[in-house]
């Protein structure tokens, strides 16, 4: 049987650090992050459609504006917390987990895409998270 997804991708802006990083990453710093989602539906709807590319704009592109597009991504368990929070706390989106590319992308696949896309009759099954245009990360069902 033929296997139809649907992809749309969406570009943030975004701080972070990884703990513990062996070298540059454990610097504050940002990537222009590329989001690159894979749409899986249940059939295509009466139009011939996996999901309307607007949905995916409206539901997984959006949260990402609002919640991580120039904002600052540290996780909980970074000790320059309470730092970061006392500098611009409305920057920083606290995450439970040390915001890898990897992370990230399993957060957003496991966590944030099921509750948008709720209701839809479509589930996201890759995230690819590219943090340059040489290394990227994805997660899969
Ligand atoms: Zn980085």
Redesign the pocket.
């Known amino acids: 049987m033929t296997k139809i997804i649907a992809e749309r991708y969406h570009d943030i802006s975004c701080g ?3 703990v513990g990083h062996e070298h540059k ?1 454990k610097y504050l ?3 222009n992050y590329r989001f690159t989602f894979t749409i899986e539906g249940e059939a295509l709807d009466s139009l011939g459609r996996v999901i309307d590319f607007g949905v995916m704009k409206s539901t997984l592109c959006e949260w990402l504006e609002n919640h991580y597009d120039h904002k600052f991504l540290m996780w909980a368990d970074d000790p320059y917390l309470d730092t970061m929070m006392q500098l611009s706390e409305e920057s920083m989106v606290v995450v439970p987990f040390n915001p890898t590319a990897e992370n990230i992308a399993k957060h957003f696949l496991e966590e944030v895409a099921p509750q948008l896309l709720e209701g839809t009759g479509a589930r996201l099954i890759k995230c690819r998270v590219d ?1 340059t245009r040489k290394c990227s990360a994805t997660a899969m069902l």
């Open positions: 972070h650090r990884v990453c710093h940002g990537h943090e």
